[in-house]
């Protein structure tokens, strides 16, 4: 059903793998995600969906992170996923607003690379910013550089391009160009709420994409709640994208620990095996 | 050899209880509780039926199942044809012997219940389904003549298996499309183990897809493809996705970390086996101390499911008192056994929580009934400076679930609850698109739902033989 036709491996850890899903490739649009299960005994998890063929591929990146990513790490070319489903969740706000900025940080790379290159094709200017812990964890920068105006990248570690946060190579594009009119971000929770916080004093709109725990990821189940300017939102009918600035991110950096304890407890389990 | 027995003897006879697993061991289990009827008790619960001619039994049952004709067929032995009575009317009998209500259906209209020995209705049928899934008894589908017709429905829970199987029965193509992985609906990912075993469901599902029914599984109407990218391809589509979005109360702390929508917790529980984590790889909080605020089935299912988890106690917390709940008098007798404590006439007010997310109590107020409410029933009302505290370390919210809003198509028109508005031919406002179960009436039950998937089989039945079709009204009104 969903044969993986093709991996990457990025880093150690660090995996992108291109699917058979027909109608998602069909219709899948930025921002939006997938569900996947591994087999019929694994966990239903969402992975956006970071590029599509529009005819039979999907694209996804993952880091591995627990034991369902661990199963999936596994898996190569010709091996088929049990379940997938999508494109689930709205597509991003794509129009021609100008000077855009796109920050991606991690895997949430992958995610922003397909809006950032719809921006692109709107009209917009896109200054990609992507971000990474060291070098070896940056990727999909050709695809990046050959789809966004301007490409600005960081490493925590200086090993490659600039030494420090996406959150200060951001600061000063907003400080040093007046005429940014919105902000994309897409990467870990504490990368999305401190991107929201440097745009606030400028008033750029920020939207970020809320990777909360799901199950159904339809909206039956609400396992994705999040507070947004303070009401009650499920991440996967109403995101996943949120204006950053509304969102209660301790509220949600809390519920994204809710299994700590017992992704831990899987994945020794399965590690020990 | 088993006899119809003389009139007199039928009416001496006392209802036939069923074995079930004891409280104190079901508790550690998921097994089924109820453990079924022996061969003796069938024939001794069968041979009190009285087989009256005027059968209000079936006018009581929304799936029109013959009762008498297939009870008669029980006292005759022939367990094959009491199965395939069975089955002309209803393509779900081991579900419906298990969790359809009879006791406010076919049981409360059976003429014995006028001495309230109703005939056990549902539990004959259960027996007889098992019967037949244990010696694979399958029915005869050759030399059904095609009639061409595509017909698309969405949701696979009982609404939509209903209407698949009438209409696959006639000769109609069919395919149903699901969201999840696995087909079943609100049967899956619903109700759990204890109270209906996933392999009944599977088995009944794959008897309906050897009726000819296809199912896509993995496919989310709405999003997927939309109502109106089917509208081009099928004749008629039938709209049975359930209420599946579930309802919060609002009250503040209600997004803490161990604070779960019934719907997640038994999703997790039934669908993804979280029971048996880490074994099936979703992982599911048992809690310590548990409240579950609802009064329905749902919310002893949800109870009974936390406290064979392992929680030490659980409440349910319900702001009317036993009289007024919506469960069946059988659940809560099922939760009380097991030892969940009813907190009647509470209403939680505000959950209590630390820095980390965690929950660390409930804040209730203590209600009192007043005059009957719009419902018919008395209305709760709070009794000023009466609020407690709970201690609890997790809650489920199980009081009730709403129309999900991502399916939806031009021209159909919604209520204000977001529910099809349906004629009574269950046709929504835009011809050749039906709707039926909980998304055209609102959260009900399996067998109404099931009663809404027949009626709306033969509805499209006839707007099919009519010579109408979705897919040419489409066509045309792009000619125009």
Redesign the interface.
Known sequence: MYKIVGKKVYHEGLYGIWVEAK??AK?ARPGQFVML?TDE????FPLTIADYDRENLIYLVFMVVG??TA?LSKMGEGDEL???????GNPSEIDNYGKVVCVGGGTGIASMYPIARELKRAGNEVISIIGARTKDLLFMEDKIRRDSSRVIITTDDGSYGRKGFVTEALKEVLENEGDVKRVWAIGPAIMMKNVALVTKPYGVKTDVSLNSIM??A??????C???IGGE?KFTC?DGPEFDGHLVDWD?FM??L???KE??K??MD?YEGE | MVEFLPMKERMKREQRPMLEQKPEERIHNFNEVPLGYTKEDLFYEAQRCLQCKTSQCIDGCPAEVDIPGFIELIINEDFEGAYFKILETNSLPAVCGRVCPQETQCQETCVLNKKGKPISIGKLERWIADFARENEIHQELSGIESKNKKVAIVGSGPAGLTCAADLAKKGYDVTIFEALHKPGGVLLYGIPEFRLPKKIIEYEIDEIKRSGVRIITDFVVGLTKSVDDLAKEYDTIFLANGAGAPKFMGIPGENLNDVYSANEFLTRSNLMKAYRFPEYDTPIKAGKKVAVIGGGNVTMDSARTSLRLGAQEVHIVYRRSREEAPARVEEIHHAEEEGIIFDWLTLPVKILGDKEGNVVGMECVRMRLGEPDESGRRRPIPIENSNFVVDVNMVIDAIGTQANPIVSAKDTEKNKWGYFVVDEDNQTTRGGIFAGGDIARGSATVILAIGDGKKAAREIDNYLQSGKSLKAAETESIKD
């Open positions: 109608v998602v219709s299960m005994r694994g966990e239903r034991k369902s199963k049990f379940s997938l489903v999508g494109p689930l199950v159904d339809s909206g039956m189940c609400g396992a709640r999040v507070t009650t009918v509220e809390n519920r620990n809710r299994y017992q992704e407890l899987a389990l």
